[in-house]
């Protein structure tokens, strides 16, 4: 597994088919090649952020079409899970547009945590920052993962972001670590970074202490009213991605590597090489918070020409960590 930035950096030198081998190789040794995890992703409170992320389409700080929408219902958001339990996702995430939680609103969150859970679902939320104690709250509510991304790298940030600092959300990240949840952390790709940019960002999530268990890479939909609508940049080329989606695999062994955001962008083919990259989850549903996402339907067509099957969701027996004390 290579570890510093200059073997990270490597790997994108390669020759494209030598460099797939070497991460669908990886890839076999840890996960069935066939299989792929599904999540799906709620937005349970959209809009009216404070943050300047400069592709978001909820920030209060731009003019996009997204319309504000308060906390949802603990009724809403457990139908939704339902519904995404029936389509087959195994872990469903709660998005919330927050530079980071209100302690009444965490309340109200932990109380969907539970329920979904209850469910037997995996949870996954994403609520912004976390302030001190906030992490041991969600997870004495039964939270699995807890979703907070470094979206690019540390040299690239400050042309993205300028409310909050890289050094911020590696903050979160610790915080999460300390109360014992697994970490989903990733980035954005097409945002103006150059080749170096994306080695030192999977440099810098290969480098946490644990890895992140789950590692998102999503590609910058371009959302009409947010700085990176309309940017010069040449598109990101598509095999640079598929490169990039490698290269996270090797860096990151055991982490599930997911599709996200960008994937209506993505023809089937361009998909087919992701998985065979070393990508073994996507986000499932019609939409990403407030961004188009493949319908199921589509996915699962794709599905049945590749011959992969989602995965299911393996539930431990309700003694096991009686057992195991």
Not at 248 to 273: E, I, N, Y
Not at 278 to 285: K, L, P
Request: charged letters at 20%; aromatic letters at 6%; hydrophobic letters at 40%.
């Amino acid at each position: 597994m290579p570890h510093d930035l200059a073997e990270i950096a490597a790997l994108f030198e390669l020759p494209f088919s030598d460099l797939m081998y070497r991460a669908q190789t990886v890839h076999r040794r840890h996960f069935d090649p066939n299989a792929v995890q599904l999540s799906t992703l709620l937005s349970i409170k959209t809009g009216g952020c404070s943050e300047d992320c400069g592709y978001c389409s909820q920030s209060a700080r731009f003019a996009t079409a997204v319309e504000n929408q308060a906390l949802l219902s603990q009724e809403e958001v457990v139908a939704a899970a339902r519904a995404a339990q029936a389509r087959g996702a195994t872990r469903f995430c709660m998005g919330a547009a927050w530079r980071g939680p209100k302690e009444k609103d965490l309340a109200r969150v932990a109380q969907m945590v539970r329920a979904v859970k209850a469910l037997g679902l995996e949870t996954c939320a994403t609520l912004g920052q976390l302030r001190d104690g906030q992490a041991e709250q969600l997870a004495e509510a039964g939270l699995d993962f807890y979703n907070h991304n470094l979206d690019t790298s540390r040299h690239h940030y400050g042309e993205i972001v300028h409310t909050h600092t890289y050094d911020d959300r590696l903050g979160t990240l610790k915080k999460v670590r300390a109360a014992g949840l697994k970490m989903c952390c990733g980035g954005i790709m097409g945002m103006g970074e150059s080749r170096a940019d994306r080695a030192q960002f999977i440099a810098e999530l290969a480098a946490l202490d644990p890895p992140p268990e789950s590692v998102p890479v999503n590609l910058l939909v371009h959302v009409p009213g947010t700085p990176l609508a309309d940017r010069s940049d040449p598109a990101l080329d598509p095999i640079e991605f598929v490169r990039t989606v490698a290269v996270a695999r090797l860096a990151m062994p055991t982490s599930f590597v997911r599709l996200s955001a960008g994937r209506s962008q993505m023809p089937d083919h361009l998909q087919a090489l992701c998985f065979l990259a070393g990508a073994n989850s996507i986000f499932y549903g019609d939409k990403l918070l407030t961004t188009p996402n493949p319908e199921s339907d589509a996915d699962l067509m794709l599905f049945e020409k590749l011959g992969i099957q989602p995965l299911a969701l393996v539930v431990a027996p309700p003694d096991r960590k009686t057992a195991e004390a």
